[in-house]
Each structure stands twice: as structure tokens, then as C-alpha cells.
């Protein structure tokens, strides 16, 4: 019987194990004790509990408002996310394409050198709209299948951390980032050295999910973008600010937009209490690229859509901070 039990048991935990992202890289923790985070925005550790997500607690800093767990991960990101872009990843939406070459129209201002650096390069579809204007860019990220895939594309991309890739100063004019900041454990050491690689008044350009949008404050635990500890921390727009200020960045300009409506409405149906493991029946990505599609099929939907964005940055609610910040 005890044979059985503790077989059972084996089964009952890697069924778990399975049940959201991340969770059995908790389980090969190999430390006794664990440390504690402060707030990686601004370093203060005094934080009201907001309840626990994924088995692991989640904390409010009193000082900025950014959302973080104080859980400090035992592994490194490469290590984290060495796989992580499946083959079907590596092909988005033909409408994101569009969207990144108007962003990227809004970095021409800042050309001198010619030279950009996508970091957590992905499927290289920033980078392609980059080449497009006339960029000379490159790209860097910790995962095999996305290096491969951008090399393939023509590209020079770094496979590893920023600080491992011993990149000259002063180097880029224009730096990117784009939903990277929330995986990281230390996202300081990432903005020091994006400051250092920038050459004096260079653009970094960064996104990351918004701590106190729209989404946030409604759904609170529910939101599925508070997900450790693959995120790690959602900024609040002053949060993010500070920690840009500390390492130099003197001209920080910050919008806040997008929304999911089909993901409050969906996790509004649910049960009240904030799920602690995953909601396997709810995929927000695909969400959002379908409303965003469809956002995008004619000229009155795009108004619509400018309208509503337009909205969100003046409330400051949207769901994304958008940051740019110069050197």
C-alpha cells in the first residue's frame, strides 16, 4: 500500500507539475533557503500582500505600485527560456508586420550610426521592419529555435544575455525591448548596460505590462499577465520611471494602451476567488491578435482602435506601458 501511495502521489505531482508554466522548474529548486526580492523598480521592500498566483506570493510595493513576487529564481533566463519559442511562435499575425514598421517610422529622428539592437529579438519581426527603413540591425536572445530562425533571415544575433555579448559603448542609436522587462530577476543590470551600449541622446524603446491598467485593477489576480514566475514583476509607470532614472536615462516618455476586453469578460464569469494555478481554457494571446485583426481591417475600426488608445493613455489605464526613453 505504501508502494502505491507513493506511487500515486509521483503521478498526482507531475500531473500538477503540468498544470502551469513554470512550475516544475519550482520543484527542481535545489535550495534550502530561499531569498527574498525587493521591488525591482525602486529597491523598497515595503510591500502589501495581494494574495498568492501560481503557488507563489504576491507582493504590491508601497512605494511605486509595481506588482512583483519576492520569489528570487534559482535559475537564470537563458536557462528559463532556452526552448521557448515553439515553431508556431516564430510566425505572427501579418498585421503585427504593420504595426512594427510604423514603430519602427518613429525611430528615424534618432538615426546617426544606423545601428539598432533588438533584445529578446524572437521571431525577428521587429528586426525585418527595421531592415525595411534601412536599419543596420541586430539581435540578441537566450532561446536556440529564435536565434536560429533570425540567422536564417540574415541577421547577426547574439544567442545569451545582454552583458554576456561585450558590446562596444555608445555603439546603437536605438535599442529595443519588447515585453522582456517583466522576466527578468534583475532588470537593472539589463537597463545599465542598455544605457551603457546607447550612445548619448539614443532611444531605448520598451513595453511591458501595465501594473495599474485597466485589466490590473479589475481583475487583480485574475489577470493572467500577473504569471510568475515567468513575470516576475509588472511596473507601474512610476516604477519603471525610477528605475530609467537611476541608470541615466534623462528624457522618459511613457503611454499606456491596450486593452483585452474578452479576457475581463471572461475571467469576470469566473469565480471570484483568483485562480492559483493556470486557466487552461483561455488563451489571451490569440485573443488579443484576433481583436487586434480585426481592429485593423478598415479605416473606421483603426480610428475606433486610435480613439480608444487615445483614452486609456490620458486615464492612464491602458494594459501596456510603452516607454521611450533617451539617453
Known amino acids: 500500500m505504501l508502494i502505491l501511495s507513493t506511487f500515486l502521489s ?130 540578441l536572445d537566450v532561446s536556440a529555435n529564435a536565434v536560429n530562425h533570425v540567422r536564417s533571415l540574415g541577421f547577426e544575433v547574439f544567442q545569451g544575455e545582454l552583458q554576456q555579448a561585450n558590446l562596444p559603448s555608445e555603439h546603437f542609436d536605438v535599442i529595443t525591448a519588447a515585453e522582456i522587462l517583466e522576466h527578468l530577476s534583475e532588470p537593472r543590470v539589463l537597463v545599465e548596460e542598455v544605457a551603457r551600449l546607447l550612445r548619448p541622446g539614443g532611444l531605448f524603446w520598451t513595453t511591458t505590462p501595465h501594473a495599474r491598467g485597466l485589466s490590473a485593477r479589475v481583475l487583480r489576480l485574475k489577470w493572467r499577465c500577473i504569471w510568475p514566475p515567468e513575470h516576475l514583476q509588472l511596473f507601474s509607470a512610476n516604477g519603471l520611471k525610477s528605475l530609467l532614472r537611476g541608470v541615466g536615462f534623462r528624457e522618459i516618455r511613457v503611454r499606456t494602451t491596450g486593452c483585452n476586453p474578452i479576457e475581463i469578460i471572461h475571467a469576470m464569469g469566473h469565480r471570484k476567488d483568483a485562480p492559483k494555478t493556470a486557466d487552461q481554457h483561455f488563451d489571451r494571446v490569440t485573443t488579443a491578435y484576433e481583436l487586434n485583426e480585426s481592429l485593423m481591417k478598415s479605416r473606421p475600426r483603426r480610428v475606433l482602435k486610435d480613439l480608444a488608445n487615445g483614452a486609456l493613455n490620458i486615464t492612464r489605464l491602458g494594459d501596456t506601458l510603452k516607454i521611450y526613453a533617451i539617453k
Open 10 to 139: 509521483e503521478m498526482q505531482a507531475e500531473e500538477k507539475a503540468e498544470q502551469f508554466a513554470g512550475q516544475r522548474i519550482l520543484a527542481m529548486d535545489p535550495r534550502t533557503e530561499k531569498t527574498r526580492r525587493a521591488c525591482a523598480a525602486c529597491g523598497s521592500s515595503d510591500a502589501r500582500p495581494l494574495g498568492i498566483k501560481n503557488e507563489l506570493d504576491i507582493l504590491s510595493c508601497r512605494k511605486c505600485a509595481t506588482v512583483y513576487t519576492p520569489y528570487s529564481p534559482w535559475y537564470s533566463s537563458e536557462y528559463y527560456y532556452v526552448s521557448y519559442y515553439p515553431e508556431a511562435s516564430l510566425s505572427p499575425p501579418p498585421f503585427v508586420q504593420t504595426r512594427l514598421e510604423e514603430i519602427i517610422a518613429e525611430f528615424a529622428p534618432h538615426r546617426q550610426t544606423n545601428r539598432l539592437l533588438d533584445i529578446g529579438c524572437g521571431a525577428g519581426n521587429l528586426m525585418l521592419a527595421a531592415r525595411k527603413h534601412g536599419w543596420n540591425a541586430h539581435g
